[in-house]
T-cell receptor
Framework: GENVEQHPSTLSVQEGDSAVIKCTYS??????FPWYKQELGKRPQLIID?????GEKKDQRIAVTLNKTAKHFSLHITETQPEDSAVYFC??????????FGTGTRLLVSP | DAGITQSPRHKVTETGTPVTLRCHQT?????MYWYRQDPGHGLRLIHY???????DKGEVSDGYSVSRSKTEDFLLTLESATSSQTSVYFC???????????FGQGTRLTVV
């Protein structure tokens, strides 16, 4: 079955810096890779996703890159702001099967 | 909100008692999932469903069972609750295999 590893578990940056979170997956048949943001006490919400036929996707300050050969994908946040502070989860999905999540990264952006 | 409701939102129960959590959706989505969230473990998949009466196990299914008799409802049952099942439980739905999953508000379950 699919296994997703996520690093780092915590990340502290200064406001305006960039943040990068990395994930690796085990199942080469995985074809969908979403990223979720979870604020304290709230439900996870999608911030960006990428499918296996695309290498990179951007949405304003957020970008995701996918390397299918190496089976890893990364979330890039530029010009970080205090409101970016949250827990971020990556996930991988294969076919009609499970949506498996990483263990999460707690991002703290200091003013 | 994506039309997904979990009930109850909070529950305290005693060890050894049965507990059922309900996930209800109004989106007619095919896929439904139950996750538990614990510090340091992220979101771990318990069971999922890919249609009425079609369910399968996730990575932490021991001690849990599920049922889906209607498209809109996905029930998670703890047959005999244990303290290790104290957690926040999230239900999620999605329409396709490579589409966004929408989460419910979560249920905080405490087993004493």
């Amino acid at each position: 079955g699919e296994n997703v590893e996520q690093h780092p578990s915590t990340l502290s940056v200064q406001e305006g810096d960039s943040a990068v979170i990395k994930c690796t997956y085990s199942d080469s048949a995985s074809n969908y890779f979403p990223w979720y943001k979870q604020e304290l006490g709230k439900r996870p919400q999608l911030i960006i996703d990428i499918r296996s036929n695309v290498g990179e996707k951007k949405d304003q300050r957020i970008a995701v890159t996918l390397n299918k050969t190496a089976k890893h994908f990364s979330l890039h946040i530029t010009e970080t702001q205090p409101e970016d502070s949250a827990v971020y989860f990556c996930a991988a999905s294969q076919g009609f099967q499970k949506l498996v999540f990483g263990t999460g990264t707690r991002l703290l952006v200091s003013p | 909100d994506a039309g997904i409701t979990q009930s109850p939102r909070h529950k305290v129960t005693e060890t050894g008692t049965p507990v059922t959590l309900r996930c209800h959706q109004t989106e007619n989505h095919r896929y439904m999932y139950w996750y538990r969230q614990d510090p340091g473990h992220g979101l771990r998949l318990i069971h999922y469903s890919y249609g009425v009466k079609d369910t399968d196990k996730g990575e932490v299914s021991d001690g849990y069972s599920v049922s889906r008799s209607k498209t809109e409802d996905f029930l998670l049952t703890l047959e005999s609750a244990t303290s290790s099942q104290t957690s926040v439980y999230f239900c999620a739905i999605r329409s396709g295999t490579n589409t966004e999953a929408f989460f419910g508000q979560g249920t905080r379950l405490t087993v004493v």
